[in-house]
């Protein structure tokens, strides 16, 4: 495609609830991360992907969050037992994964997610 | 970690006008992107830039990376411009690769009034 999409846009969801997000990343990168963004704050990474395999997950505030990228191309981030403080964008992006020092960054749309 | 700041917190400026953004960082870092992240939530990226000096139409970017520091021009600026502009760096491992992860500032508002 040409660029990363992420679905849903938006997500309401109860406390407590499960829910997953999806990310699509640019045809081509085998890198992907999961960034989260609060109101008012920069993006803050939680898990970055290189192929199938979680290279850091060092950002993951507890064992609520979990990723996924089962093929090295879609990735799903799973929350379970979801608290209202995880209200957030979620976003998502990719890049070439070359290790390189020029390997940029590209992002999608992002998810909104409100729990109620 | 490495500290990420950006100046100003926010800006005003009137069409037309000129701005210049900081972006400060702790450490030595392999990527610097800046973006501008626009009313709907989307980011898009400006320029990628660990050291030099580059310019796209009324945008440039300088990073004096042993200083570390990173500006970014706008001139002659429109309301298109209104968002919020991040800076956001890749830290390097000790023998020169990436860590993967970028970490951002707090960004810098812009509002541009017609």
Do not use: M
């Amino acid at each position: 495609g040409a660029g990363v999409s992420q679905t849903p846009s938006n997500k309401v969801t109860e406390k407590g609830k499960y829910v997953e997000l999806r990310c699509d990343p640019i045809s081509g990168h085998t890198a992907l991360y999961w960034y989260r963004q609060s109101l008012g704050q920069g993006p803050e990474f939680l898990i970055y992907f290189q192929g199938t395999g979680a290279a850091d997950d060092s950002g993951l505030p507890n064992d609520r969050f979990f990723a996924v990228r089962p093929e090295g191309s879609v990735s799903t981030l799973k929350i379970q037992r979801t608290e209202r403080g995880d209200s957030a964008v979620y976003l998502c992006a990719s890049s070439l994964g070359s290790h390189s020092p020029a390997d940029t960054q590209y992002f999608g749309p992002g998810t909104r997610l409100t729990v109620l | 970690g490495i500290q990420v700041e950006q100046s100003p917190p926010d800006l005003i400026l009137q069409e037309g006008a000129n701005s210049t953004l900081r972006c400060n960082f702790s450490d030595s870092v392999n990527n610097l992107q800046w973006f501008h992240q626009n009313p709907w939530g989307q980011l898009i990226n400006l320029f990628y830039i660990p050291s030099g000096t580059k310019q796209n139409g009324r945008l440039s970017a300088t990073t004096v990376a042993t200083e570390r520091y990173s500006l970014l021009y706008i001139s002659s600026s429109q309301t298109t411009d209104s968002g919020v502009y991040f800076c956001a760096v890749e830290r390097s491992w000790d023998y020169g690769g990436s860590q993967g992860n970028l970490i951002f500032g707090k960004g810098t508002k812009l509002s541009v009034k017609p």
